[in-house]
């Protein structure tokens, strides 16, 4: 079996879900991976995944710790700007002071809108502009949202599309999560890429508190990623990926990559906290991946 070691350069948003700072005013993993031409679609897989956990965080904290209540004047909290007739309060503490939020409610339908102007930096370093609408039922039953992505942008790299999620706010073993289907593309140095499939972020742990900065995070699902030149994997994550609150990267978990019957993995390690993952190739080349911090070229 051979191996060998190289450094990856990195060139995506910070994985927020995921690559979380070990602390509040610490940056987060802005990263992508850029591998050998056998591997080149793992590793883009693997940069808009950071991406993509960006998104997934605003969505979550959106639909789990935001709280409108109406009020006679416009009105500006602390944390972030808000329309007339509206105050919101974000329990998190995880948006940036730059977000406007919007909310607005017609027949059954409830619609919440959280906008970044341009060079709006977050708690994490992300530099974030752009819009995402949350389209929700006031019915007691209906658990379910529709998160559209309008040009969100995360360091430069450009998301839009939709996921439906289902947000539940404890689980059967007790945790809040948020379960549903993805249809997005990302817009990369590479190109545009797309993801289709299914997705479930569970907070295990640090879910009981308001604080985001406590949260350590669990993933698992599955997609099929096509590339910029029509080249498609089938994703799996076979085992959960799980980001620690005290750990800026990922540090436990594995993917899988299926493509004409053959299989890669990629391995993030035993929940030990480093930059290092293990990539697997379907004729067993195992490569080491020390992952490097780089903004997106423009």
Known sequence: MKKNKFMVAMATAALTLFFISCNDNEPVNDDSLVASSSSEIVALDASVEAVESVAD???????????????DVSSESSSAKTSPGKRCKDRSGFFPDCTEFAEETVDETTTTTISFPEDCVD???????????????????????????NDFTVNGHVINGTKTHEYTATNGDGYPQMSGSIDIS???????????????VVITSGGDTDTH????????????F??????????EITTP?????????IAQGIKTYTENGETSSLDYGDGTCDNIATLTEADGTV????????????
């Open 57 to 71: 965080a605003y969505s979550i904290y959106a639909m789990g710790s935001l709280e409108f209540e109406s009020t």
């Open 123 to 149: 708690r994490n370093g992300d530099v974030i502009s752009g819009t995402i609408t949350i389209v929700k039922s006031i019915s007691d039953t209906d658990k379910t949202r529709t998160v559209t992505f």
């Open 186 to 200: 990302v817009e990369t140095d590479d190109g545009t890429v797309t993801k289709v499939g299914t997705r479930l």
């Open 213 to 224: 900065s406590d949260d350590e995070k669990t993933i698992t699902g599955s997609h099929t």
């Open 226 to 235: 096509t590339d910029a030149e029509g080249n498609t994997k089938v994703v």
């Open 241 to 249: 990926l799980v980001k620690p609150a005290a750990c800026k990267y």
């Open 287 to 298: 490569t080491e991946i020390e992952l490097k911090r780089k903004r997106r070229k423009h």
